[in-house]
T-cell receptor, first 112, second 115 residues
Framework: GESVGLHLPTLSVQEGDNSIINCAYS??????FIWYKQESGKGPQFIIDIRSNMDKRQGQRVTVLLNKTVKHLSLQIAATQPGDSAVYFCAENSLSDYKLSFGAGTTVTVRA | KAGVTQTPRYLIKTRGQQVTLSCSPISGHRSVSWYQQTPGQGLQFLFEYFSETQRNKGNFPGRFSGRQFSNSRSEMNVSTLELGDSALYLCASRPGVASTNEKLFFGSGTQLSVL
């Protein structure tokens, strides 16, 4: 079948380029999605969220895209900077209970 | 506003011992969740407390327990420690009013090493 945004555990990006991080979620009942960034020695930090009634949401330098048909989520970071180097997690939540389920994470390394 | 505070930052224990971790949520947040993070399993949900009651639970053995106090502060306890319990334990808080559409705010975690 068609590969829509294969999840990669690592991503190396040139400073100034755009980054795209992909995530496939598992629960078709999930209605709320969050992207987190985790730097070494810190807890996950909120980046951006999106509800299931939307397919795109933009923040400062970041955009989240949601494709419910194929259960796929992506995070786009514009003009990647060294400070963007971190592990990025997607998380999903279903309306029935609040128990965020996290993806495996993608380690982003920004090359100078 | 102060963020989520977890203590201690690091802990070293030996097998068979027990450990208690502490979490102070963001002021006004009534829901506290705990997660275990390991390199192999990623972030795994342990449990959630709201108004001193456990509202949700993950798939962990009964050795893992928690509680929440009237000021919303929470503690997590692990008894009879095993080597596999070595992990970063993360606490997260949110207002807790809605069942969804609420961001979780995480602390920096407690790094537990079991020898």
């Amino acid at each position: 079948g068609e590969s829509v945004g294969l999840h990669l555990p690592t991503l190396s990006v040139q400073e100034g380029d755009n980054s795209i991080i992909n995530c496939a979620y598992s629960n078709s009942a999930s209605d709320y999605f969050i992207w987190y960034k985790q730097e070494s020695g810190k807890g996950p930090q909120f980046i951006i969220d999106i509800r299931s009634n939307m397919d795109k949401r933009q923040g400062q330098r970041v955009t989240v895209l949601l494709n419910k048909t194929v259960k796929h989520l992506s995070l786009q970071i514009a003009a990647t900077q060294p400070g963007d180097s971190a592990v990025y997690f997607c998380a999903e939540n279903s309306l029935s209970d609040y128990k965020l389920s996290f993806g495996a994470g993608t380690t982003v390394t920004v090359r100078a | 506003k102060a963020g989520v505070t977890q203590t201690p930052r690091y802990l070293i224990k030996t097998r068979g011992q027990q450990v208690t971790l502490s979490c102070s949520p963001i002021s006004g947040h009534r829901s506290v969740s705990w997660y275990q993070q390991t390199p192999g399993q990623g972030l795994q949900f342990l449990f959630e407390y709201f108004s001193e009651t456990q509202r949700n639970k993950g798939n962990f053995p009964g050795r893992f327990s928690g509680r929440q106090f009237s000021n919303s502060r929470s503690e997590m306890n692990v008894s009879t420690l095993e080597l596999g319990d070595s992990a970063l334990y993360l606490c997260a808080s949110r207002p807790g009013v809605a069942s969804t559409n609420e961001k979780l705010f995480f602390g920096s975690g407690t790094q537990l090493s079991v020898l």
